[in-house]
């Protein structure tokens, strides 16, 4: 089983035409941040970026990254990541990996955790055989996004399947209710089996997909669960030209993103330790650096590896 990363980019947006060969870090372009962090994944076997845009096409080959040109009559994101699938031949249960090419801060730990429902390792009675599509969400810490309709909004149920996504702020408290609540943020970030693009990109398009524009809704209205992990880490979209700055403001900041090129060498050193013979187990490892301290939470060590629930690594 391949797990394959697929970047639909495209250059007409009706929001900021021209933006993923927008320059955004560095004198790097937003598709090429996006490319060379999917890359960073020792759990990916392959990146590609799918665009419709000849300049788009040139732009990615010209950082020496892979690129497939689609159709422009693409409903979707997701129609174009699973028309690229079909054009790399890829098996019905390889697993592709769809990260919108407006989110120039991903981490690897995103790919892990949106794929991790996929994966065989998981303890008897909590693996999804059946599953054709997963995506990440987070927990809203700056409440203007409960509001903005630009950062959709997930509900999912008591085992972690979706209910609905929304640009309106679900759920959404009556006057009245005294009830403590989060609200989650849902993060353009999914991951699907090649079986469940093919079945994806044949549906019509869903009323409430048309209404919402969300491309998810879709699968949701003609009766496909959608498995919704909640990731630790956000990865703020770049819908408009302000939100270059802001996101470049963000950087370093105090977000879940500080410290994570720690967080990555250390995840990187130890999942070839535990990856081919993992049974579910958790393992939280407190790191502690000059200046920095940070507490990591790894599934999937194998049983009896270590002998207590909490080990330190001081530096």
């Not at 085992?159 to 403590?180: K, V």
């Not at 491309?215 to 270059?244: K, N």
Request: hydrophobic share 35%; with cysteine; net charge negative.
């Amino acid at each position: 089983m391949k797990i394959i990363v697929i970047i639909p980019a495209r250059y007409g947006s009706t929001r900021f035409e021209g933006k993923p060969p927008a320059l955004f870090d560095n004198g790097k372009s937003m598709v090429q941040c996006v490319y060379e962090r999917a890359c960073r994944s020792k759990s990916v076997t392959d990146v590609v970026v799918a665009t419709d845009d000849q300049r788009i096409f040139d732009a990615v080959k010209g950082f020496g990254g892979k690129a497939v040109i689609t159709s422009p009559e693409n409903r979707s994101g997701t129609d174009r990541v699973a028309e690229a699938a079909e054009k790399m031949g890829l098996d019905f249960d390889d697993i592709v990996v769809n990260i919108q090419g407006d989110q120039p801060r991903i981490v690897p730990q995103h790919l892990d955790d949106v794929i991790s429902p996929f994966m065989t390792c998981l303890p008897a009675g909590t693996a999804e055989p059946d599953l054709g599509m997963s995506t990440l969400a987070f927990k809203i810490v700056n409440k203007r996004e409960i509001t903005d309709p630009k950062d959709c909004k997930v509900t999912f149920d008591n085992h972690g399947f979706a209910l609905y996504f929304s640009r309106s702020p679900i759920p959404c408290a009556r006057f009245d209710t005294n009830i403590p609540f989060d609200t989650y943020k849902h993060l353009g970030i999914y991951a699907y089996t090649k079986r469940f693009l093919e079945t994806f990109s044949k549906l019509p398009t869903g009323r409430l997909e048309q209404i919402e524009k969300l491309e998810q809704l879709r699968a949701l209205e003609h009766g496909y669960r959608i498995r919704v992990v909640v990731t630790e880490y956000d990865s703020p979209e770049v819908d408009l030209p302000e939100d270059i700055e802001r996101n470049q403001e963000n950087q370093g900041s105090g977000g879940r993103e500080q410290g994570s090129g720690v967080r990555e060498q250390v995840t990187n050193a130890f999942r070839p330790w535990f990856l081919n013979n993992c049974v579910y187990s958790t393992i939280s490892c407190s790191i502690i650096l000059p200046g920095f301290v940070t507490t990591l939470s790894f599934t999937g060590f194998p049983a009896g590896a270590v002998s207590a629930d909490r080990f330190f690594i001081a530096a």
